[in-house]
């Protein structure tokens, strides 16, 4: 809770989860062992039924709590995303889907949801349901006849040999896949299931120990301060899990194996204390309310400041006690669900109830996302660019912002382009503008996604002018000739940038060899890489100059270059979202200086276009979202990006007429 508070102060406040998952783990392997060994046999369904009860009803609550919070106090433009992860949360799978939107190009800049923190829960769930299964099938494959004393030895050999196989499986995992792909890592359950399992280990040992207690105290002590170290000074750029969650969870190991209760110095006296047994009585309904609690003041609260965290914290617990007492207690003590039928009933009516209510209800009260607009005089960029008398930079939008935002979610022309990662996708389907054997002009568009935000500009004006488009666009890949990999990367980031470098080289050669192909127009996003040659070595000439060359040849083989100037980003300003929530403060809130955004936004293909000697012809889109002044989130009645970056397209077709000026005016292939 203090690190969703005050991440700055608390940046690896983030280990809390894993000191949660061995505490997790200590308990429900003590539980199960117990059972297996009185009577040879785990009752699954009876295990289940009292999880159902333990975990899902507060579960459930919270979940509505952020249903209604969501319709009440979000924008609209949000909602889209939330149900996604409320469904997700539902049906306990959030950690996969937060897992995908991880490696998501298009989802890497989404809002936090009301309920994210739901990932957690959701590998606790997958282990509860999986490791019973584990116990019972290799104590099954190890049965055999023997006294009560062989049946204990039997399951304790067997849960130990398990847990034991389940840590050295996933911990490998864990380091392997953390090393590969950190963001994915962090969320999918295999790289988890070794923590769980080192509390299990725990309850497998003996109830005392000799060594003398103040060492134990000592030990105890030291695990606090492991968790504490790890809390402050692990933070976002942390490989983790990994190796690297060792020490919260050694130190949650150490907590719960050693310590006393001798009055100041036992480390279990202080953990015995009324408060801190009332935080643990507590501890599971804080981490559900906190989060939607804080996720709602940020959007109603600006600033959102220490005092409202303050306030956050003391409703947090007051709903916690309030959970606890009519809802937590009250039915896991309740007998009528202690029969596992009725549970899984419960526990499947809810469910449905729930997806349904949630799936339907955010569709019946949003607005028609599917306006069309004829692009004209003094629309979107034109009122810039051909100085109109109103800019059309407030008031109510001629697009809604809920169908803006949806092209963060379904951008268009899918058929153009390639996912990160990826070099053998087929965008064969990627012809737009003309049909190709009869247009009069052909181009090809090449880039990452925001060369991809450029192609419905380019689709009208094909259609217009008889002209055939090919999309040559590939997510995070900058149209540099050279690898964005360090001689050293490994990974994700290694194949990440061979599968770009591989993409722009086999589609310059591909556009040297096309003679039908008149124009090409290249276009990226700012970009913090370094790019190295074939020595391994990096400097912004190099890079500048292999550009350079590379749209030489294109130039050599009778192409002529447009190089698509970047727009100015708007740092943390989500336009769609921020037009939703300050409808009368459009210029106020949702505009940024000029100076401070058109300064910061250079790029590669900018910069070389600017400053190396080429035949290159520059369009600069920059006087279309912006004035001396400031730089707008709504021109001309159209909103200019669907995130914090990208053209929206609507907003990209208005540059059309001024485009087409441009085009005349450098003799572009006579358009």
Not at 168 to 179: D, M, P, Q
Request: hydrophobic share 45%; net charge negative.
């Amino acid at each position: 809770m203090l690190y969703h508070l005050w991440p700055n102060s608390f940046s690896g406040g983030f280990v809390g989860v894993d000191v949660f998952f061995v505490v997790s783990g200590f308990l429900i392997t003590g539980h199960l062992y117990r059972e297996l060994a009185q009577t040879g046999r785990i009752s699954l369904p009876k295990f289940w039924a009292r999880r159902v009860m333990r975990l899902l009803p507060l579960a459930f609550t919270v979940l509505v709590f952020s249903l209604v919070a969501m319709l009440l106090f979000l924008p609209q433009t949000v909602w889209s995303m939330n149900v996604r992860q409320l469904l997700g949360s539902l049906f306990y799978v959030e950690n996969w889907v937060l897992a995908s939107d991880s490696v998501d190009y298009m989802a890497a800049d989404n809002e936090p949801s009301l309920v994210q923190h739901y990932w957690s829960l959701s590998i606790e769930e997958q282990f509860y349901i999986l490791l019973p299964l584990i116990f019972v099938g290799m104590y099954v494959l190890s049965k055999n006849r023997g006294t009560q004393l062989e049946q204990e030895q039997r399951a304790r050999r067997v849960i130990i040999w398990s847990l034991a196989a389940i840590i050295i499986l996933s911990f490998v995992f864990s380091v392997g896949f953390t090393n590969y792909n950190p963001a994915q890592a962090y969320f999918v359950t295999p790289t988890r299931f070794w923590e769980f399992a080192i509390g299990g280990l725990l309850a497998m040992l003996p109830a005392t120990s000799r060594i003398p207690v103040a060492w134990q105290n000592a030990l105890g002590w030291s695990g606090i301060v492991a968790i504490v170290i790890a809390g402050l000074l692990y933070s976002g750029e942390t490989p983790f899990p990994g190796y690297t969650a060792l020490l919260p969870v050694i130190g949650a190991a150490l907590f719960i194996r050693y310590g006393s209760h001798h009055t100041g110095t036992g480390v279990y006296w202080w953990a015995s204390l009324r408060p801190s047994v009332r935080m643990g009585d507590w501890s599971y309904a804080i981490y559900l309310w906190h989060w939607p609690l804080i996720i709602v003041a940020t959007y109603q609260l600006d600033p959102f400041v220490w005092y409202h965290k303050l306030v956050i914290i003391v409703v947090t617990f007051v709903l916690s006690a309030a959970s606890q007492k009519l809802i937590e207690d009250p039915l896991r003590r309740a007998k009528p669900f202690k029969v596992p039928r009725r549970a899984f009933t419960l526990m499947a009516s809810n469910m449905a109830l729930i997806g349904a209510v949630t799936f339907i209800t955010p569709q019946l009260l949003a607005p028609e996302t599917h306006e069309e607009i004829a692009i004209s005089d003094c629309v979107g960029a034109d009122a810039f660019l051909a100085n109109c008398e109103d800019p059309g930079t407030s008031g109510e939008p001629k697009i809604p912002a809920t169908q803006v935002q949806q092209e963060a979610e379904e951008p268009t022309y899918p058929e153009c382009n390639i996912p990160d990662g990826y070099t053998d996708f087929d965008r064969s389907d990627c012809s737009l503008g003309a049909p190709e054997d009869s247009a009069d002009l052909k181009v090809a568009v090449i880039g990452d996604s925001h060369a991809r935000a450029w192609l419905p500009l380019f689709d009208e004006l094909g259609k217009e002018n008889n002209w055939n488009i090919q999309g040559y666009t590939k997510s995070g890949c900058t149209p540099v000739p050279l690898s964005s990999a360090a001689p050293e990367t490994s990974g994700s980031g290694r194949d990440a940038a061979d599968a770009c470098a591989e993409f722009v080289a086999d589609s310059s050669e591909e556009f040297q060899q096309d003679a039908d192909l008149d124009v090409i127009v290249t276009a990226a996003s700012p970009t913090d890489r370094t790019f190295y040659d074939e020595d391994g070595r990096s400097s912004e000439a190099t890079t500048s100059q292999a550009v350079a060359d590379m749209w030489a040849t294109w130039a050599d083989a009778d192409k002529e270059v447009v190089v698509m100037g970047e727009v100015p980003h708007f740092n943390d300003i989500n336009v769609p979202t921020c037009i939703a929530s300050n409808p009368g403060q459009l210029v106020e809130e949702c505009s940024q200086s000029a100076d401070d955004l058109i300064g910061d936004r250079g790029t590669i293909l900018t910069d070389t276009a600017q400053h190396q000697e080429s035949s290159v012809n520059f369009y600069d889109p920059t006087a279309g979202l912006c004035d001396e002044e400031r730089c707008y989130s709504m021109v001309g009645g159209l909103i200019t990006r669907y995130d914090h970056h990208h053209l929206s397209s609507d907003f990209a077709r208005s540059y059309s007429a001024d485009f087409m000026r441009f085009l005349k005016e450098h003799e572009v292939s006579n358009a």
